[in-house]
C-alpha cells in the first residue's frame, strides 16, 4: 500500500508577464494555507494571468529511491465573482514543463480546496522515484483566466500543496557464486547404507 506525504513550497513566484497577462501580487504568500492571499485582477484587456510557480518544497524526510506512484495537487483559491477559472495546472521540473497539463477548472466564491492528479496519476511523465521527480528544481505552474466578464475578477489563491504518494519497499537482492547449501541428515558410520 503507498504512503503519502504533503509538501509545501519553500518559494512562490509570479511571472513573466506581457501586454496581455495580468501579474499575480503577493507570490510568496502560496507557500502556506494561512488565508493570506496571492491574487490577480483580471479583466478584458488583461483575461489570462501569468503563470504563479510554486517550488522549493522539502524533501529531506523522504527516501529519494522510493517508488513514485501518484502526485497530487492541491489549489485552496476562490474568486469575487464566478466568471473565472484555474485555466492550467502542470509540473515543472529544471525550469521545462512536463507531464499533461490539467484544467480548466471553474472557481467558486467559496474557497475551495481544489485537487488535481491523486494516487496513480504520474501526469504521464516520467518519474519513477521520487527523487527523479522532486528536488530544488521541482515546482507547480498555475494559470487563471477569464471566462466571461466585462468587469475585474479578482482570483485569490491561499496556498499551492503538493501530496506525493509512494512505496518503500527494498529492493530484491540477488546474491551470485554462491553455492546452495543443501541440507545433511548424521549418517550412523556402523549403519551400511542399502542400495
Not at 503507498?2 to 507557500?31: C, D, K, Q, R, Y
Not at 491561499?158 to 540477488?174: A, E, G, K, Q, V
Request: charged share 15%.
Amino acid at each position: 500500500m503507498a504512503e503519502l506525504a504533503v509538501l509545501f513550497a519553500g518559494t512562490g513566484a509570479s511571472g513573466p508577464g506581457s501586454p496581455t497577462t495580468a501579474n499575480w501580487a503577493n507570490g510568496p504568500n502560496v507557500i502556506a494555507c494561512d488565508n493570506t492571499y496571492t491574487t490577480v485582477d483580471l479583466t478584458t484587456n488583461r483575461p489570462a494571468s501569468t503563470n504563479l510557480a510554486a517550488s522549493e518544497y522539502d524533501i529531506s524526510a523522504l527516501n529519494h529511491s522510493a517508488q513514485l506512484t501518484g502526485i497530487e495537487v492541491h489549489i485552496q483559491a476562490f474568486l469575487d465573482q464566478e466568471t473565472a477559472s484555474i485555466n492550467e495546472v502542470y509540473l515543472r521540473r529544471h525550469s521545462f514543463r512536463t507531464g499533461v497539463i490539467k484544467g480548466p477548472t471553474s472557481l467558486s466564491v467559496s474557497e475551495i480546496d481544489y485537487q488535481f492528479g491523486g494516487e496513480g496519476d504520474l501526469w504521464d511523465s516520467s518519474f519513477k522515484t521520487v527523487g527523479d521527480f522532486l528536488g530544488v528544481a521541482t515546482g507547480i505552474v498555475i494559470t487563471a483566466a477569464l471566462t466571461e466578464s466585462s468587469t475585474t475578477v479578482t482570483v485569490s489563491v491561499d496556498c499551492i500543496t503538493l501530496t506525493c504518494y509512494f512505496i518503500n519497499s527494498r529492493p530484491f537482492i540477488m546474491r551470485f557464486g554462491l553455492a546452495p547449501r543443501r541440507a545433511t541428515l548424521p549418517v550412523n558410520r556402523n549403519q551400511r547404507s542399502r542400495i
